[in-house]
């Protein structure tokens, strides 16, 4: 079963890192590209970063640049995320999302993770 | 950026009977590059159309999309139980990707 599965949440202070994980099985990671998107509690979908299939291409939302960084290692089949300086605005449910055509970049979304909770609070 | 409004923020219907929701963007989207996604309470997004007008794969014929430009419109017939939740649109031709702020259909 082809599936998603972020970890790495938790509750941290404002200035602090954290580093988000989601693990791919049962597709070829290599193949797609990866997306991270967050939803605050009670709010919308927010589009964060991506990253292209072989990880040469990457861009982010502007209110991440320069904090965040999207990474992934295909021997691993693992998609990452490194948070630095949060801010409580970072609270959030994060999910990462696979694209829905391979090698492409401009694609929707087809597979989503179930998600980890980031809680920026001091 | 390509902002897009989402109409009406709330529908209140009755199961078996059909929703209308609005995407509109703020500037023309390629329909190539127009999807939707349900989300229930706790439960990560799913994806329902793409392209449009695009069933996703297992989606029930009783949704459908369409549109073009900068109008968009997700229709759902005879609504079931099921189907009561929230539904964003999305554009996925341009960085950055963008969501609607979601239509939540809800039970009458």
């Known amino acids: 079963q082809v599936q998603l599965v972020e970890s790495g949440g938790g509750v941290v202070q404002p200035g602090r890192s954290l580093r988000l994980s989601c693990v791919a099985s049962g597709s070829t990671f290599s193949n797609y590209a990866m997306h991270w998107v967050r939803q605050a509690p009670g709010k919308g979908l927010e589009w964060v970063a991506v990253?292209?299939?072989?990880?040469?291409?990457?861009d982010y939302t502007d209110s991440v640049k320069g904090r965040f960084t999207i990474s992934r290692d295909n021997s691993k089949s693992t998609l990452y995320l490194q948070m630095n300086s949060l801010r409580a605005e970072d609270t959030a449910t994060y999910y990462c999302?696979?694209?829905?055509?391979?090698?492409?970049?401009?694609?929707?979304?087809?597979?989503w993770g179930k998600g980890t909770t980031v809680t920026v609070s001091s | 950026e390509i902002v897009l409004t989402q109409s009406p923020g709330t529908l209140s219907l009755s199961p078996g009977e059909t929703a209308t929701l609005s995407c509109r963007a703020s500037?023309?989207?390629?329909?190539?590059?127009l999807a939707w996604y349900q989300q229930k309470p706790g439960q990560a997004p799913r994806l329902l159309i793409y392209?449009?007008?695009s069933r996703a794969t297992g989606i029930p014929d009783r949704f459908s999309g369409s549109g073009s430009g900068t109008d968009f419109t997700l229709t759902i017939s005879r609504l079931e139980p099921e189907d009561f939740a929230v539904y964003y649109c999305?554009?996925?031709?341009?960085?950055?990707?963008?969501f609607g702020q979601g239509t939540k259909v809800e039970i009458k």
């Open positions: 500037q023309s989207v390629s329909s190539t590059y």
């Open positions: 999302a696979r694209a829905g055509v391979g090698f492409g970049y401009y694609y929707y979304m087809d597979l």
């Open positions: 999305q554009q996925y031709g341009s960085s950055p990707w963008t």
């Open positions: 990253t292209s299939y072989d990880g040469s291409t990457r």
């Open positions: 392209g449009a007008a």
